[in-house]
């Protein structure tokens, strides 16, 4: 059976991603009304019904909004760091103690089928992570909402199939755009968000580590444009040799809609 991934919708105002391998249907992170994230995966033919977990990388709104809804409507788990569990909880309505599933940060764990290697980022949350799936041979990496590229990371992204990379900003968009000044600082720090000059970098480095497809993700509404965004990734590609196509797949999510739809053949 092909193993299945999709972005649901990837912004400020709302993220999810979504698995479908080996009998799992794992959300990965729920920002999106529960009605939303159930019209979205019925669009893609995944019956809601079949959600076997909910992963959640950091407590923002939109990360965790549907989260609690969709765990009592289909009796499903959240997993959660500890840090991230006691800053949300009293957003996320009452969850059944059983569905209250506790990782550590570096610690290696499974979902049914699906291995689960949470990463720590950096960004102005309780203790927020990014993931590294891995099932049937493939291996799906997620790293979204972080404002500097973490220790060891190139290692964590080697060889994957597909990473989820944040290419939130323009940073010339944003240091002359209508935001206050306290809101770009935040997001310019090393506990926001990456440019995308800092995402195509990370790219470049990506490639040199075997990655085969980036989807770039959570951009700006009012601080990038998609095509910026990928002119700007492109661009550094080319300084550096490198051409979608030839030496990658290269695609944008669009907080509007689900992304495109990703299918791998079982690994070896």
């Avoid at 980022?121 to 309780?126: C, E, G, K, R, V």
Wanted: glycine share 8%; net charge negative; hydrophobic share 40%.
């Amino acid at each position: 059976m092909k193993t299945a991934f999709c972005t649901l919708a990837s912004g400020s105002s709302g993220n999810g991603h979504l698995l479908v391998s080996g009998g799992e249907t794992l959300l990965i992170d729920a920002g999106f009304s529960g009605k939303q994230i159930q019209q979205r995966m019925t669009d893609i033919d995944v019956d809601p019904a079949t959600l076997t977990g909910i992963l959640i990388s950091h407590e923002h709104s939109d990360h965790i909004q549907g989260a609690g809804i969709l765990s009592r409507r289909f009796d499903v788990p959240i997993y959660a760091n500890e840090a991230t569990w006691i800053t949300m909880e009293h957003k996320l309505g009452k969850v059944a103690p059983r569905h209250q599933r506790l990782f550590e940060s570096t610690k290696p764990f499974a979902i049914g089928s699906i291995g689960v290697t949470p990463y720590h980022l950096s960004h102005d949350a309780a203790e927020p992570v990014g993931f590294v799936l891995e099932t049937e041979g493939r291996k799906i990496c997620i790293a979204t909402d972080l404002g500097c590229i973490p220790h060891g990371f190139y290692e964590l992204m080697k060889n994957a199939d597909l990473v989820i990379m944040e290419s939130n900003h323009d940073v010339d968009m944003l240091q002359v755009g209508k935001y206050p000044y306290p809101l770009k600082r935040r997001i310019l720090s090393d506990q926001g968000h990456l440019s995308n000059e800092t995402a195509a970098n990370a790219i470049v480095e990506m490639v040199r580590r075997n990655v085969q497809s980036v989807l770039l993700a959570h951009l700006s509404r009012e601080n990038n444009f998609p095509q910026l965004a990928l002119s700007t990734v492109t661009g550094i590609l080319a300084e550096n040799g490198m051409i979608p196509e030839r030496d990658l797949i290269l695609n944008l999510s669009v907080r509007e809609h689900v992304s495109c739809l990703y299918q791998f053949a079982p690994g070896t």
